[in-house]
């Protein structure tokens, strides 16, 4: 991998094209730097004692575990080191405010998929890049579409760093060798011919009729109005999910449902649906929440949550059409569904 572009390299380059440039990409350079050592510490022997180890509830009320902490801890270093006004985390009750000077905010999520380390599946790092208002207190509460910048980091079988200044989606890999993230995939578009939907179907039982429609009309196949037949997928780890939608197309459903606590959602929308939605438009695709384009939600609260449907966008537009149904609409306010709206936000 000596030949390709270096994320180094490629930053460079960008940080010349706009006023916000240069912060966007030392923000972005910090976080690269910081994932590394979190590849190395969820991929290394480092693991013993971290793997698995639960320390109590972040501040929305989801199971703590000590690689959480860590992994919070290391990107807050290394951004503390660039020209960032405030930070916005999953593993923090309000957003921290650095240097009030600066152009631009991030929202991340350390490490999602947490949960799933001692399995051995993939993890990874969220983040969001936002203009600096002149009242901090509103960062972390404009829409979707201000972004200036949005990526995520796997921590897989390869350490792969996807990325969108807003001009298309990219895709580096760390060359574990030399220390660099690798420029591997440019202007990464998403299939609209779309064979795979994921979604936890055990909990078929909670959802509301637009989205029980949706996936019967997949487990039809050629039979079914899609005139196709797909596969079923469902990894339970959301940048796991999303890589495979930008490599190999598809859509992926967290829906609200009836569950206690499920009923907007279970995504956060600052520093998990926002940044993906950007990543999911920016390839081809779209994200909504089944009723409404993501990038146009501004957050009420920091960890406000959403349902999230994105990837191909052909599939988007079709759970869409299905909210918009009056039959269905009217299955759904009907007394035997009588519970709160998939889409209710």
């Not at 149904?325 to 709160?340: H, Q, Y």
Request: with cysteine; aromatic share 6%; net charge negative.
């Amino acid at each position: 991998m000596t030949g390709q572009l270096t994320l180094e390299d490629y930053l460079r380059r960008y940080s010349e094209t706009a006023p916000d440039a240069l912060a966007v990409a030392a923000a972005v350079d910090a976080i690269a730097t910081g994932a590394i050592e979190i590849a190395d510490l969820t991929g290394g022997g480092h693991l013993p004692d971290a793997l698995g180890l639960t320390t109590g509830r972040n501040s929305d009320g989801d199971l703590q575990r000590d690689l959480d902490l860590q992994a919070d801890a290391i990107l807050r270093r290394c951004l503390a080191m660039r020209p960032v006004a405030a930070i916005a985390s999953e593993e923090m009750r309000e957003a921290e405010i650095g240097d009030r000077g600066a152009r631009i905010c991030v929202a991340m999520d350390p490490l999602d998929g947490s949960s799933n380390i001692d399995i051995n599946m993939t993890v990874g790092t969220i983040f969001s890049i936002l203009p600096a208002p002149d009242d901090l207190s509103i960062a972390f509460h404009q829409r979707g579409t201000a972004q200036l910048a949005a990526g995520f980091v796997t921590y897989g079988p390869q350490t792969s760093l996807v990325l969108t200044l807003g001009d298309g989606v990219d895709i580096f890999t760390l060359d574990r060798g030399s220390g660099h993230f690798r420029l591997m995939r440019r202007r990464v578009q998403i299939s609209e011919a779309c064979e795979e939907f994921a979604i936890n179907a055990s909990n078929r039982r909670h959802w509301d009729t637009p989205v029980r429609a949706f996936v019967d009309e997949c487990l039809a196949g050629t039979e079914g109005p899609a005139n196709h037949n797909f596969n079923m997928r469902w990894i339970g780890s959301l940048v796991a999910e999303a890589y495979r939608i930008l490599t190999r197309g598809g859509v992926f459903l967290y829906p609200s449902d009836a569950r206690p606590g499920y009923g907007d959602g279970r995504l956060r929308l600052v520093y998990e649906a926002h940044p993906m939605a950007f990543i999911m438009e920016q390839a081809g695709g779209a994200a909504s929440t089944g009723r409404e384009r993501i990038l146009d939600l501004a957050a009420r609260s920091l960890h406000q949550r959403v349902p999230l449907i994105m990837g191909s966008s052909n599939e988007v537009r079709r759970v869409e059409e299905l909210n918009c149904d009056p039959l269905l609409v009217a299955s759904v306010s009907a007394p035997l569904f009588a519970r709160r709206g998939f889409f209710r936000l």
